[in-house]
């Protein structure tokens, strides 16, 4: 079955800098974009970053360029988010997302909390 499982998330100071990862599983990691997505409290989920197939540059939301970095390594089924300059209104948790045949699936989700 399809797996995502994050990893990476924890407290940092503002400024700061963390790594998620997402490794996949149960599916052809190589054929399919990944994206990152966040939820604050009482807010709705949001999209952070995407990145095709193939790699290279990913999209972005407008809030998250230049401070995201989002990449992949399909030869460890792997999908990462790279955050620096982290501000306290990125305190979220952090999904991993993939969308297979029209089906939604998502990873359980990493705390990011940004906060001095």
């Known amino acids: 079955q399809v797996q995502l499982v994050e990893s990476g998330g924890g407290l940092v100071q503002p400024g700061g800098s963390l790594r998620l990862s997402c490794l996949a599983s149960?599916?052809?990691?190589?054929?399919?974009?990944m994206s990152w997505y966040r939820q604050a409290p009482g807010k709705e989920r949001e999209l952070v970053a995407s990145?095709?197939?193939?790699?290279?540059?990913?999209n972005y939301a407008d809030s998250m360029k230049g401070r995201f970095t989002i990449s992949r390594d399909n030869a460890k089924n792997t999908v990462y988010l790279q955050m620096n300059s982290l501000k306290s209104e990125d305190t979220a948790v952090y999904y991993c997302?993939?969308?297979?045949?029209?089906?939604?699936?998502w990873g359980q989700g990493t705390q990011v909390t940004v906060s001095s």
């Open positions: 997302y993939v969308q297979l045949y029209g089906r939604h699936y």
């Open positions: 990145i095709a197939i193939a790699g290279g540059g990913g």
């Open positions: 149960g599916f052809v990691f190589t054929n399919y974009a």
